[in-house]
Nanobody, 118 residues
């Protein structure tokens, strides 16, 4: 069973920064597209940022210029650097791994709370 383990969430003031980390299995990491999603209360889960196995990235319009996704294949970890945080960034953030080994797979982390409040 593949696990994704997130860390780095918490409470931060508006304008502050946080870095989320997500570690997973070496058996899939290097071939997976890794993504960060978030879900705020009463809202649908949405894609925040994703990075392919070769390093191509895409971002939600709401976070462009503020968030940066990166991956370290040696540490089998994907990061989400979040700067200039706003109250509307408050949500549970989920790490995701998608790919294909004979068949498609789609794994999720347990989620981590990020709260932006003064």
């Amino acid at each position: 069973q593949v696990q994704l383990v997130e860390s780095g969430g918490g409470l931060v003031q508006p304008g502050g920064s946080l870095r989320l980390s997500c570690a997973t299995s070496p058996s899939i990491f290097s071939i997976s597209t890794m993504g960060w999603y978030r879900q705020a209360p009463g809202k649908q889960r949405e894609l925040v940022a994703a990075i392919t196995s070769v390093g191509s990235t895409n971002y939600a319009d709401s976070v462009k210029g503020r968030f940066t996704i990166s991956r370290d294949n040696a540490k089998i970890t994907v990061y989400l650097q979040m700067n200039s945080l706003k109250p509307e960034d408050t949500a549970v953030y989920y790490c995701n791994a998608k790919g294909r080994i004979f068949s498609a797979y789609d794994y999720w982390g347990q989620g981590i709370q990020v709260t932006v409040s003064s």
